[in-house]
């Protein structure tokens, strides 16, 4: 009788270990599989050519600057990094003192039919592919001159940057309790001074998490940029093509120019990924 | 009256910039579908041709190709990733030692710039020196050339796609999980419950509606991918991963066909405009 308790309840843990050991070989394969492409691009960005493509992959090897010598070297990389960067922070800027306002609007409305329409026109702004605009803007640009100029980027980026923050924003707004609102409109603050100095102090933390997701994708674009500028306004993900020639891809300065385009966004993205789960998953198309 | 007033003057800013930098470039496209544009053979003049490129799309095989190949390219995405996105975000559902920093590197791809993604990828589909063309050849002795076979480089555009935006749909499904009332899923345990039985008829039904959401937002950037396929397979080979959105490219900026690229991409926006809005009214009446 003792023994069989004893035996069933050693069945019973190895199993439980069995389990164990099962979920961590699952989560280690989910695991390479989706952080392997990020650590072969830093590991070969500090490779040599030969170290590079050595199969299978060489995971010790004498490490290397020659790949970032090589991109810092080139002439226009600091020119694209600076064009990178205003291009992402102007639209962020601009996507946030147009898109939180109006977010705001949205939520207090959002019973009626008007602000579930407002959603609908924003979320249509995602529908159409960038192509769809830039061929028009392309024409309007060579007319008016702003064809490879930095602020035809902008403005194209600033019109992807309103939509995220008009779809992320609302659910914070609605967050926030009804009293306190109507507790500063009794005080005899204005519906403006309620919504400057009460309404935005709480949801600060939301507007930074969705100005880095701006800046995330802004930064990553690549199509509106391909497109529109030229060897002076290029940004970087544009750079980085160039890399690709007709002699075959020089992997080591390419994976060198791609680590140092990357690791700000992902350290971004560590950054806000908890607190935009919520808004992404809110979106304002459910209304 | 005051109240709405204040509204009004919040709304608009953003509605007027999304007017000029949208809407006068779309009603603009409307008006170039019914031309002819050519910048390279008369320098952007603009020829009326009344429904002619209309027409051309209708009998032209590479377009109708493009269509077929965006279909393809979406469903398959759009399958896995949903699939597999729930099936991971499930598995990772429970309390265990290092979860968030399990969960933060897991969704590491999704802020990764995707056409650094799409080079990546090369290398690794690359048939000499490729990582994956490596394995596949220790496992099964054959030779792989991923992006250079029909059928192997949509695979390929497929598996970057999902590879980048699974973490996406796992990152709003965790969060929807982790939001569940933590007395349905004791009650559910209390009347004894299996874990399959939890997972299929507890917490994916209560989850539905993010999952729903993600579908949605994947379908419509599916649709729009352009970055990987552009450094992967540039449409090629043949044109096996030319989607919609590559020709509409092509055809404007390679061949600097203007109006009829437009009336490409333009009537591609109408019939997923077409489709979403069929898809929200059902899902609101859910």
């Known amino acids: 009788m003792d023994q069989d308790a004893i035996r069933k309840k050693n069945i019973r843990t190895r199993k439980r270990l069995l389990r164990g050991a099962g979920f961590w070989a699952g989560t280690i394969v989910i695991l390479l599989f989706f952080t392997a492409p990020l650590i072969w691009l830093v590991s070969t960005s500090f490779k040599n050519y030969i170290d590079a493509f050595a199969m299978p992959p060489k995971l010790i090897f004498k490490p290397t600057l020659e790949n970032y010598i090589t991109v810092f070297g080139k002439a226009n990389f600091f020119n694209n990094m600076v064009n990178s960067i205003i291009s992402a922070v102007v639209p962020t800027v601009l996507g946030i003192l147009v898109g939180v306002p109006c977010s705001y609007a949205i939520a207090m409305l959002m019973d009626k039919k008007g602000a579930k329409n407002l959603s609908f026109f924003f979320l249509s702004a995602r529908i159409a592919p960038p192509i769809m605009t830039l061929l028009p803007l392309y024409i309007i640009y060579s007319k008016i001159g702003l064809l490879g100029s930095r602020w035809g980027i902008i403005i194209m980026y600033t019109l992807m940057c309103i939509p995220i923050v008009v779809w992320l924003m609302p659910v914070y707004f609605r967050d926030i309790p009804n009293e306190l609102r109507e507790a500063a409109l009794v005080d005899g603050c204005s519906e403006f001074r309620t919504f400057t100095s009460i309404i935005l102090p709480l949801v600060r933390p939301a507007i930074a998490a969705t100005a880095i997701y701006c800046v995330i994708i802004t930064w990553n674009e690549f199509l509106i940029a391909l497109i529109l500028s030229n060897k002076t306004s290029q940004t970087l993900p544009v750079m980085v093509t160039s890399f690709m020639t007709f002699q075959g891809t020089q992997w080591g300065p390419m994976t060198a120019a791609g680590s140092i385009i990357m690791i700000p966004m992902l350290i971004f993205g560590f950054v806000i990924q908890k607190s935009f789960a919520r808004g992404l998953a809110s979106g304002s198309v459910k209304g | ?286």
């Open chain 2, 1 to 286: 009256m005051k109240k709405k007033k204040i509204y009004r003057a919040f709304i608009l800013p953003a509605i007027i910039t999304m007017v000029i930098i949208m809407i006068i470039p779309f009603l603009f496209a409307i008006y170039i579908t019914f031309h002819d544009v050519n910048l390279l053979e008369s320098g952007g003049a603009f020829f009326f041709a009344g429904i002619k490129n209309f027409k051309t799309f209708f009998t032209d095989k590479r377009a109708l190709n493009s269509v077929a190949t965006s279909v393809k390219f979406l469903v398959g995405a759009l399958t896995l990733e949903m699939f597999l996105g729930v099936a991971i975000s499930v598995f990772l559902d429970r309390k265990f030692p290092g979860k968030g920093i399990i969960r933060a590197l897991v969704i590491i791809p999704m802020f990764m710039t995707p056409v650094v993604s799409g080079l990546i990828w090369r290398a690794f589909f690359d048939p000499n020196a490729g990582i994956v063309s490596y394995l596949f050849k220790l496992i099964t002795h054959r030779q792989l050339d991923m992006l250079g076979t029909m059928s192997g480089a949509m695979w390929g555009i497929i598996i970057v796609d999902l590879w980048q935006w699974t973490p996406f749909v796992i990152l709003l499904v965790m969060a929807s999980l982790d939001s569940l009332p933590e007395e349905t899923i004791e009650a559910a345990k209390v009347e004894g419950a299996s874990e399959w039985q939890m997972i299929r008829h507890v917490k994916i039904p209560m989850v539905k509606p993010t999952i729903i959401m993600a579908a949605m937002l994947r379908a419509l950037e599916a649709l729009k991918a352009f970055d990987t396929i552009y450094v992967m397979t540039k449409g090629g080979p043949g044109s096996a991963t030319e989607t919609m959105n590559m020709y509409a490219y092509t055809v404007g900026f390679e061949f600097y066909r203007i109006g009829y690229a437009t009336t490409i991409s333009f009537i591609f926006t109408i019939v997923v405009s077409l489709g979403l809005s069929k898809l929200l009214q059902r899902t609101n009446a859910l």
